[in-house]
């Protein structure tokens, strides 16, 4: 209807979907939530503003967004008997593994609203998913450097109270600066949907067959956390510290253009996008803007720009369109406040579940819902003559 393309009736039968929640064109490097620009989004909305856009199909009036913050503000806490979850985990389990475990357990704590053919208990599930991901998150990460959990307080920003559980200790508050706030709102923002990605995908298939919210959400941390998808951001950072410096640049390069080398450039690439991802064109400023105010000089910066141009320049990158993607610049921004790559990806699940639990309700939303069923193309043998095992 657009006038890109017309749909194949045939294509719906294969587990694709039609959906009126994110628009993406890879050629011209268009993302839009909902109609809006992702660029208006990011510099003219905060991250709540976007979760509403995003579940609710229009930008909220002033009532209904404060009336909307205050639900999320007020679900923030998790049930104290969810505490213990993470005492079960090893001291050094990777946040993905304790999020993924948790959020999975959710369905077992928070059961009063998962009759998944009420449209009113589906949004109830997701705002409280939306309000205790941050929650998680941060006890994920407390809990792996052996801090005491940090409760949320309700007079904070979304971004502000994740920080507060991350960062304060009971022997002192963590003051989160202005500039901190709106660049981890944004990096909430960039991350917040992108269509039908491997973890939405994978969160519509679970859904299709009627599992519970928290199962499904569960399942997209799970698909999120592969380094060719979520887990790029923290993996482009471990090969940004593995370059080292600038005179290893073209060595690593070489490697990425070498078709015999695995080797690939993480946080470089996109399924989709053939051009500049715009989400990173916002990151990149955000990332020079959150360096220069925090007066951080980091090599690995220099390292990444040094990338950026070859990508840029590079007839072999130009050719394959491999571009710099959202991952890319986000792990800059990430490590320059602190927090430790084991965390990055946890925080693209925590920004992406708006994104994914939007998609589930939508599914779940639309008349005649049939189960997800993938087709296959079969290779193997077919008919052949079973011979028993004592005569083989
Ligand atoms: C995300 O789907 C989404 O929307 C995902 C996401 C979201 O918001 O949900 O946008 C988030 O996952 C971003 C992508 C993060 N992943 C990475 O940064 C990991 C590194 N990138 C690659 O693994 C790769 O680019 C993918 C997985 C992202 C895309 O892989 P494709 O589809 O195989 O890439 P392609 O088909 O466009 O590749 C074209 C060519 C291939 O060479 P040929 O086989 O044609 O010779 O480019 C090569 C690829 O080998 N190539 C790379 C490369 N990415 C692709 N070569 C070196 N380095 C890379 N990063």
Redesign the pocket.
């Known amino acids: 209807s657009h006038g890109y393309f017309t749909y194949d009736p045939g294509f719906l039968a294969t587990g694709s979907c039609e959906s009126s929640i994110t628009f993406i064109d890879g050629g011209k490097g268009v993302l839009q939530h909902r109609g809006y620009p992702i660029d208006s989004l990011a510099k003219q909305a905060d991250y709540l503003e976007v979760c509403y856009i995003l579940l609710n199909g229009d930008a909220p009036t002033q009532s209904e967004y404060e009336q909307f913050k205050s639900i999320i503000t007020t679900h923030t806490m998790v049930h104290e008997k969810l505490v213990h979850f993470f005492h079960g985990f090893l001291p050094d389990a990777h946040p993905m593994a304790m999020l993924c475990g948790v959020v999975g357990a959710m369905s077992s704590f928070y059961h009063s609203d998962l009759d998944i053919t009420d449209a009113a208990q589906r949004k109830r599930s997701a705002h409280r998913l939306i309000a205790k991901m941050p929650t998680i998150a941060a006890m994920a990460y407390k809990y792996s450097v052996g801090q005491p959990f940090v409760y949320p307080r309700n007079e904070l920003s979304y971004a502000e109270n994740f920080l507060h559980m991350m960062f304060s200790v009971p022997a002192e508050e963590y003051v989160v600066s202005p500039i901190v706030a709106n660049a981890m709102d944004r990096i909430f923002t960039l991350?917040a949907d992108?269509?039908q990605?491997?973890?939405?995908s994978t969160v519509r298939l679970a859904g299709s067959s009627g599992a519970n919210p928290y199962a499904c959400i569960a399942a997209g941390v799970a698909s999120l956390w592969g380094?060719?998808?979520?887990g790029?951001n923290e993996?482009?950072l471990t090969m940004l510290e593995e370059i080292g410096s600038l005179e290893h640049v073209d060595e690593f390069v070489a490697k990425?253009k070498d078709?015999n080398d695995p080797f690939?450039?993480?946080?470089?690439?996109?399924?989709?996008y053939?051009n500049f991802?715009p989400r990173a064109t916002v990151m990149r400023e955000t990332c020079h803007e959150v360096l220069n105010e925090l007066g951080i000089s980091d090599p690995l910066l220099d390292v990444a720009m040094a990338l950026e141009k070859v990508a840029l320049e590079d007839p072999y990158f130009i050719e394959?369109?491999?571009y710099p993607?959202?991952?890319f610049y986000s792990g800059i921004i990430l490590k320059a406040i602190g927090i430790p790559t084991s965390m990055f990806t946890v925080i693209f699940a925590m920004s992406?579940t708006v994104g994914w639990i939007a998609h589930w309700d939508e599914m779940l939303s639309q008349p005649g819902q049939k189960i997800g069923r993938p087709r296959q193309k079969y290779t193997g043998e077919i008919n052949r003559e079973f011979v028993p095992l004592n005569k083989r």
């Open positions: 991350h992108h269509e990605n491997a973890s939405t380094p060719a998808h979520g790029a993996a482009c990425a078709k690939r450039l993480m946080g470089f690439g996109h399924r989709v053939k991802d394959k369109k491999l993607n959202v991952d992406r």
